[in-house]
């Protein structure tokens, strides 16, 4: 069965930590891998995206990774800040038909506190 | 800052009503897409097209349809609300290729009461 998993859950950090959040996925054949992040009340907006060939794609202070052996990506936010705060979600895409087939985690709430 | 519009924002209606929930892009994209999203969980795909004049259902079992008459348009509508119809509706394009982001609306949160 396809899947994606996230984790934690939940994230709470103080203003200029750094943090990870972690995401393991079962979809085959894979396609691509993205962040997305979600603010509350809006709709999620694109962070990254990464092909089976790609180990590190950076937006900013947002560096996401790829292990497509082990089928595992990271999400690593440097110097966080306040409005950093959202939910993180991870998306993978299957090559198995036209759509290329999105599925999604239940992402991460990340709150940064000052 | 994507140019993908949905309306209304926040909707609260009765039990039985038609809802039309409305969507728009000015960017062109042809893949369109419904998703609908509950606290804490994970987005569904409800409906998708691929263009003009193309529809296809989703993963997750839907009561509503869609309409795609022109590129820039994608409504979905409720012939006959339920409570159980109550939850966040999230619009969302992209380019043709699988590699290309998708772009979502800020949603519509329905309360069906």
């Known amino acids: 069965k396809n899947q994606v998993e996230q984790s934690p859950q939940s994230l709470i950090i103080l203003e200029g930590k750094n943090c990870t959040l972690q995401c393991n996925y079962t979809v085959s054949p894979f396609s691509n891998l993205r962040w997305y992040k979600q603010d509350t009340g809006r709709g999620p907006v694109s962070l990254t995206i990464?092909?089976?060939?790609?180990n590190t794609k950076s937006n900013g202070r947002y560096t996401a990774t790829l292990d497509a052996d082990t089928k595992q990506s990271s999400l690593h936010i440097t110097a966080s800040q306040l409005s950093d705060s959202a939910s993180y979600i991870c998306v993978v895409s299957d090559r198995g038909s036209t759509l290329g087939r999105l599925y999604f985690g239940r992402g991460t709430q990340l709150t940064v506190w000052p | 800052e994507a140019d993908i519009y949905q309306t209304p924002r926040y909707l609260v209606i009765g039990t039985g009503k038609k809802i039309t929930l409305e969507c728009s892009q000015t960017m062109g994209h042809d893949k369109m897409y419904w998703y609908q999203q509950d606290p804490g969980m994970e987005l569904h795909l409800i409906h998708y097209s691929y263009g003009v004049n193309s529809t296809e259902k989703g993963d997750l079992s839907s009561e509503s349809t869609v309409s795609r008459i022109r590129t820039e348009h994608f409504p979905l509508t409720l012939e006959s609300a339920r409570p159980s119809h109550t939850s966040q509706y999230l619009c969302?394009?992209?380019?043709?290729?699988?590699?290309?982001?998708?772009?979502f609306g800020d949603g519509t949160r329905l309360s069906i009461l």
């Open positions: 990464m092909t089976f060939s790609e």
């Open positions: 969302a394009s992209s380019r043709g290729e699988s590699n290309q982001p998708q772009h």
